[in-house]
């Protein structure tokens, strides 16, 4: 059985800082692509970052110079470092492992960013 589960989210002020970790298990985590989604109230599903099984990582243009996206083999865990963090960063912010034609969702965990 194959289980993603998002961590790390909460209420945060605008400047602030959270990092979101994604536990992984089920899946030889070293041979997947691994990535962060987000989806804002009333919004579109949007990719935030990626890691390749390589370490190759990737960001989508909102988000370079803020966030961080990292893994940890050893762990079977992804992380997302967020740095700088604005009101429209708000949004639920899901964990993505995908190889091949296999395709893996969390569950989610929700950023606020307010004052």
């Known amino acids: 059985q194959v289980q993603l589960v998002e961590s790390g989210g909460g209420l945060v002020q605008p400047g602030g800082s959270l990092r979101l970790s994604c536990a992984t298990s089920?899946?030889?985590?070293?041979?997947?692509?691994m990535g962060w989604y987000r989806q804002g109230p009333g919004k579109q599903r949007d990719l935030v970052a990626t890691?390749?099984?390589?370490?190759?990582?990737g960001y989508a243009d909102f988000v370079k110079g803020r966030f961080t996206i990292s893994r940890e083999n050893a762990k079977d865990t992804v992380y997302l470092q967020m740095n700088s963090l604005k009101s429209e960063d708000t949004a639920v912010y899901y964990c993505?492992?995908?190889?091949?034609?296999?395709?893996?969702w969390g569950q989610g965990t929700q950023v606020t960013v307010s004052e």
């Open positions: 089920g899946i030889v985590f070293s041979l997947y692509g």
């Open positions: 993505n492992a995908v190889r091949w034609n296999a395709n893996y």
């Open positions: 890691v390749s099984n390589d370490g190759t990582t």
